[in-house]
């Protein structure tokens, strides 16, 4: 379905080049002289990056139908992340170049969304937040509290994240998986 350029706004999935972009923003720009266009940014559904492209008033974009699956993270096996589709149980194969960093917040039935274009895959979404082990971080000394700094800590996963100087091996904690940061204990 071919859109116009007023109906261009963040969150709308299009076509551009034979890619999946989603508009992150948008900008009608309507000048005293000449044609209206829209200034959008927009974000590879497939490889994360962002690009900035004009559109005219005569331009009609073709509108990408993006399907959105619940999947479960099994195990990944070299270069091969293997999920499991929640609604039919078929096993769907995903490359490490599909799931770029995220994958270091991958743990055992994590469920996830995966985004697909005509059954090819373009992408996972984690949940915002996780919760974890710390599996190796320096010992904690007495009198340590929350605001006297950071330190890192190897998470189950295999990631690092900086936690407050109190925290010790052991203890669970939420991660906010789109900065990577620590955000509370949860024990």
Known sequence: ??????????????????????????????????????????????????????????????????????????????????????????????????????AKFLKDNLEVMGYFYKNDFLTVNLPNFIEVEIIHTEPGIKGDTAKSGTKPAEIETGATVQVPLFIDVGDRIKVDTRSAEYVERVN
């Open 1 to 102: 379905m071919a859109l116009s350029i007023n109906e261009i706004k963040s969150g709308v999935t299009i076509l551009v080049d034979d890619a999946v972009y989603v508009v992150v923003d948008a900008q009608h720009v309507k000048p005293g002289k000449g044609a209206a266009f829209v200034r959008a940014k927009l974000r590879n559904m497939k490889n994360s990056n962002i690009q900035e492209k004009t559109f005219r008033g005569d331009e009609k974009i073709e509108q990408a139908f993006v399907d959105e699956r619940k999947l479960q993270y099994q195990y990944n096996s070299g270069h091969l992340y293997h999920f499991m589709d929640q609604d039919n149980f078929e096993e769907v194969t995903v490359s490490e170049d599909n799931v770029g960093d995220r």
